[in-house]
């Protein structure tokens, strides 16, 4: 179950990333924008309005499933690390240290 809430997850996440990125800039925000040159081919109040629309919805999408996928974790049994998980292998033999250099004497 929770594959799928996570894969659904991933979806509305990138439809979401992607309506914001579609949307112009009203803030002219870093000096972009301001100019009609990728914001003109979606023109108009309608399609303002359908992307904001649809931003809204896919971001509460968003936070209901990722509360949906917490609640999930959260029950799913006794607590779970993903270190509990890592292969413990053999320990590898260790080089012994290596000699200290003899202190150099200068002759003259």
């Not at 309005?49 to 959260?74: E, H």
């Amino acid at each position: 179950m929770s594959g799928i809430l996570l894969i659904v997850h991933l979806f509305v996440t990138l439809a979401l990333i992607g309506v914001v990125l579609l949307q112009r800039s009203e803030g002219g925000g870093l000096g972009i924008g301001s100019s009609q040159g990728m914001g003109a081919f979606m023109g108009g109040r309608g399609t303002a309005n359908l992307l904001t629309r649809a931003t809204a919805i896919l971001g509460t999408l968003f936070f209901v499933l990722s509360i949906a996928l917490a609640i999930l974790g959260r029950s799913s049994g006794p607590q779970r690390s993903i270190l509990d998980t890592l292969p413990t292998g053999p320990a590898l033999p260790s080089a012994p240290a290596p000699a200290p250099a003899a202190p150099s004497v200068p002759t003259n």
